[in-house]
Structure formats: structure tokens, C-alpha cells
């Protein structure tokens, strides 16, 4: 089992930056591939970024690549979501998922390939 807690959110200028953590709680978080993914008012959620579960692999959605990066540190058990020149349609609400995976390289991109959630943070970005 593995809870999840997020922050980090909260109210920034677009163009600025904000770090997301995702503390977690367990002894599995190092046999999962992390997983960020966010939610608009009115729209479905959506995958941002994932990282496998070492650390050496990422994979990102289209329009945040080279302004997010996602890292981890296992024997901090947390993972992190940077997040640069922001822009306000990156307003959403925010989760980390954790998802047990049998390979080092697997980066699950879909929701319900994640087996736990943290409660979410909010991030709004003003113009």
C-alpha cells in the first residue's frame, strides 16, 4: 500500500514556476512507476508527465515538454514535478498516481494504470 500526498500548488504569475512533491508513505513506492496527471473545471483528466521507477525514463504529454520536468528520489521516497514558464491553461488541479509495474522501462500514461492517488493540489497560473 502507498499514500500519496501533494504540494507545492498555489497562485502564480504565467511565465513563473512552481515545484510539486509527491511525499509517499509504504514500502512499495520504489516497485512504481509515478505518474502526474491533471484536472481543469470541465475537463477530464489528463495525463501530464511519468517517470518509471528508477528514475532513468520520463515521458511527457506534448505541451508541457521542455517546461516540465519530472524527477524522483526513492530513497526520499518522493517524487517531484517542476514546473516552468507557465502558462494560465495550465491551471488545473494536480495529482501524482503511483502504479506498480512488473518493468523498469513500463511509463503508464493511463489513469487507470495507476493504483494509487494522492488527494491533489490545486495550481492556478493568472495572465
Known amino acids: 500500500q502507498v499514500q500519496l500526498v501533494e504540494s507545492g500548488g498555489g497562485l502564480v504569475q504565467a511565465g513563473g514556476s512552481l515545484r510539486l512533491s509527491c511525499a509517499a508513505s509504504g514500502r512499495t513506492f520504489s516497485d512504481c512507476a509515478v505518474g502526474w496527471f491533471r484536472q481543469a473545471p470541465g475537463k477530464e483528466r489528463e495525463f501530464v508527465a511519468g517517470i518509471n521507477r528508477s528514475g532513468g525514463r520520463t515521458y511527457y504529454q506534448d505541451s508541457v515538454k521542455g517546461r516540465f520536468t519530472i524527477s524522483r528520489d526513492n530513497a526520499k521516497n518522493t517524487g517531484y514535478l517542476q514546473m516552468n514558464s507557465l502558462k494560465p491553461e495550465n491551471t488545473a488541479v494536480y495529482y501524482c498516481?503511483?502504479?506498480?509495474?512488473?518493468?523498469?522501462?513500463?511509463?503508464?500514461?493511463?489513469?487507470?494504470?495507476?493504483?494509487?492517488w494522492g488527494q491533489g493540489t490545486q495550481v492556478t497560473v493568472s495572465s
Open positions: 498516481a503511483a502504479g506498480r509495474v512488473y518493468t523498469d522501462r513500463t511509463i503508464p500514461t493511463r489513469g487507470r494504470d495507476y493504483d494509487y
